[in-house]
T-cell receptor
Framework: AAGVIQSPRHLIKEKRETATLKCYPI?????VYWYQQGPGQDPQFLIS???????DKGSIPDRFSAQQFSDYHSELNMSSLELGDSALYFC????????????FGSGTRLTVV | KQEVTQIPAALSVPEGENLVLNCSFT??????LQWFRQDPGKGLTSLLL?????REQTSGRLNASLDKSSGRSTLYIAASQPGDSATYLC?????????????????FGKGTHLIIQP
């Protein structure tokens, strides 16, 4: 079965640079979520999209933005990167039905140096 | 604030033992609860999904229970094996109360780091 695809798997950036992470949800899933997991931390909800519209925001910094495109893939854009942005970034997809579970991608490991 | 707590934070047991991981949540208004496994530096693998109307779910050696009224869930692992060593995360899909959006996020516990000794 198709899973949630994230790219790239690893990314190294310098401070103040920008980064773009991509997520391809499971086909026919209408909802995408982004999470950030710092070293030794639990995943923190950043932002979500339902049917290509932003639907909820969590602890996403103003330096970050995200969007979902017509083919349902999503991109997380991160600007003015800081050392503290180094983390695993996960994308998950689901159906907006409340009885549905989430499927997570393998994540993108971002290292800011 | 809607929070999820997992106890214990870490657990080390000999191979073959049965064990229980605990998860508690502060608000009984939930859609569902999901248990995940995470290996170091890897993604989240869904183990079991329990709807708010259900009491338990089983998959192989894993059994998860849900007591929504008391805000608790347990993950039971039978006949543990070294390959079960990982971090186990409990995540709750709460009713959205303070956001105007239509797609609510999961709230995670901090996980239980499990080591099964050969």
């Amino acid at each position: 079965a198709a899973g949630v695809i994230q790219s790239p798997r690893h990314l190294i950036k310098e401070k103040r640079e920008t980064a773009t992470l991509k997520c391809y949800p499971i086909p026919r899933h209408d909802t995408v979520y982004w999470y950030q997991q710092g070293p030794g931390q639990d995943p923190q909800f950043l932002i979500s999209f339902y049917e290509k519209m932003q639907s909820d925001k969590g602890s996403i910094p103003d330096r970050f933005s995200a969007q979902q495109f017509s083919d349902y893939h999503s991109e997380l854009n991160m600007s003015s990167l800081e050392l503290g942005d180094s983390a695993l970034y996960f994308c998950a997809s689901s159906l907006e039905r409340q009885d549905y579970g989430y499927t997570f991608g393998s994540g993108t490991r971002l290292t800011v140096v | 604030k809607q929070e999820v707590t997992q106890i214990p934070a870490a657990l080390s047991v000999p191979e073959g033992e049965n064990l229980v991981l605990n998860c508690s949540f502060t608000d009984s208004a939930i859609y569902n609860l999901q248990w995940f496994r995470q290996d170091p530096g890897k993604g989240l693998t869904s183990l079991l999904l329990i709807q708010s109307s259900q009491r338990e779910q089983t998959s192989g050696r894993l059994n998860a229970s849900l007591d929504k009224s008391s805000g608790r869930s347990t993950l039971y692992i039978a006949a543990s094996q070294p390959g079960d060593s990982a971090t186990y995360l409990c995540a709750v899909r709460f009713f959205l109360m303070y956001s105007g959006g239509g797609a609510d996020g999961l709230t995670f516990g901090k996980g239980t780091h499990l080591i099964i000794q050969p």
